[in-house]
């Protein structure tokens, strides 16, 4: 059974900072991109981040400068360390795995940005 588990969100005021953390298990075969995509009531599921199995990272132009996505292929997991977080960042955020043999999702884990 696959499972993508994600910890690490909560709440912070602006300017703070949260680090999130997805663990896939489950999957068979090998992991192509990991990735976070993120979604704020009333608005479309939007990408944040994304990793290759090579270690390529792109962002959305929102986050450049203020988030870094990592990952650790032995562990299958992938995190995100978010910097400088704004109140448009509060969102509930989302792991994504494209495997070989399948494109799996997280339950989501909640972000929360005061002003």
């Known amino acids: 059974q696959v499972q993508l588990v994600e910890s690490g969100g909560g709440s912070v005021q602006a300017g703070g900072s949260l680090r999130l953390s997805c663990t896939a298990s489950?999957?068979?075969?090998?992991?192509?991109?990991m990735a976070w995509y993120r979604q704020a009531p009333g608005k479309q599921r939007e990408l944040v981040a994304t990793i290759s199995s090579g270690g390529n990272t792109n962002y959305a132009n929102s986050v450049k400068g203020r988030f870094t996505i990592s990952r650790d292929g032995a562990k299958r997991t992938v995190d995100l360390q978010m910097n400088s977080l704004e109140p448009e960042d509060a969102a509930l955020y989302y792991c994504?795995?494209?495997?070989?043999?399948?494109?799996?999702w997280g339950q989501g884990t909640q972000v929360t940005v005061s002003s």
């Open positions: 489950g999957i068979i075969g090998p992991i192509n991109a």
């Open positions: 994504n795995v494209v495997a070989w043999l399948g494109n799996y």
